[in-house]
């Protein structure tokens, strides 16, 4: 069965500064999709970026950029110049063959101005 | 586009008694749509995947009598929390996957339910 870690429950930065967060999963899987999703505390879920996993190359979306390394199975999220509006839980998910989204438990972010 | 809504977005009922929330893609058709239930602090644990016109199929460890699953339509999708106790107290959030190359997920906000 896939699974999705991360190891951070909480990270904080500056305003203007840049962080990430890491994630690592676990699959037999060739095929396969990843996605950062982000949640304020509105509660609703944001899609930040999303990776396929047969693209070598990095995902990027304005400031958010992951650095996907397929063969250690790590997908992680940096967030440059980050804002306030950055604050929020991140979760790492995982989508295979099944089109089931495989989370993992999450990491809240903490911006400080 | 891509908007998903959830009705109601709170609801408080008394112990033994049913709750239905309703999940609609409103701006494209969506052949199947997820329930998750998130515990405080916690990450989204799927419950169910419901499928247009055919059964719900149920992650293990739910309780298919108690979680009703509904999908009688492209656009609607129901959740009925059967004879709910204060245990079903929880953040019930639905997605509907559309098409498109990615076959992505997007999320309604979010059902807060309280069982008194």
């Known amino acids: 069965a896939q699974t999705v870690t991360q190891s951070q429950p909480e990270m904080s930065v500056q305003e203007a500064e840049t962080v990430t967060l890491s994630c690592t999963y676990d699959?037999?899987?060739?095929?396969?999709?990843l996605f950062w999703y982000k949640q304020p505390p509105s509660r609703q879920m944001i899609l930040v970026i999303r990776?396929?996993?047969?693209?070598?190359q990095n995902a990027t979306e304005n400031r958010f950029s992951v650095n996907f390394q397929k063969a250690a199975k790590s997908f992680s999220l940096k967030i440059s110049d980050s804002q306030l509006g950055d604050a929020a839980m991140y979760f790492c998910?995982?989508?295979?063959?099944?089109?089931?989204?495989?989370f993992g438990t999450g990491t809240r972010l903490q911006v400080f101005p | 586009g891509a908007v998903v809504s959830q009705h109601p977005s709170r609801v408080i009922c008394k112990s033994g008694t049913s709750v239905k929330i309703e999940c609609r893609s409103l701006?494209?058709?969506?052949?199947?749509m997820f329930w998750y239930r998130q515990f405080p602090k916690k990450s989204l644990m799927l419950m169910a995947t419901?499928?247009?016109?055919?059964?719900?199929?149920?992650e293990q460890g739910v309780e298919k009598d108690k979680f009703l699953i509904n999908h009688a339509s492209l656009t609607l999708s129901t959740l009925t929390v059967t004879s709910a106790h204060p245990e079903d107290s929880s953040f019930y959030i639905c997605?509907?996957?559309?098409?498109?190359?990615?076959?992505?997920?997007?999320f309604g906000p979010g059902t807060r339910l309280t069982v008194l």
């Open positions: 701006d494209f058709q969506a052949t199947t």
């Open positions: 997605s509907a996957r559309g098409g498109g190359s990615y076959n992505e997920q997007f």
């Open positions: 699959t037999s899987e060739s095929d396969y999709y």
């Open positions: 998910a995982y989508r295979g063959n099944t089109d089931k989204l495989i």
């Open positions: 990776q396929e996993a047969y693209k070598q």
């Open positions: 419901s499928n247009e016109g055919s059964k719900a199929t149920y």
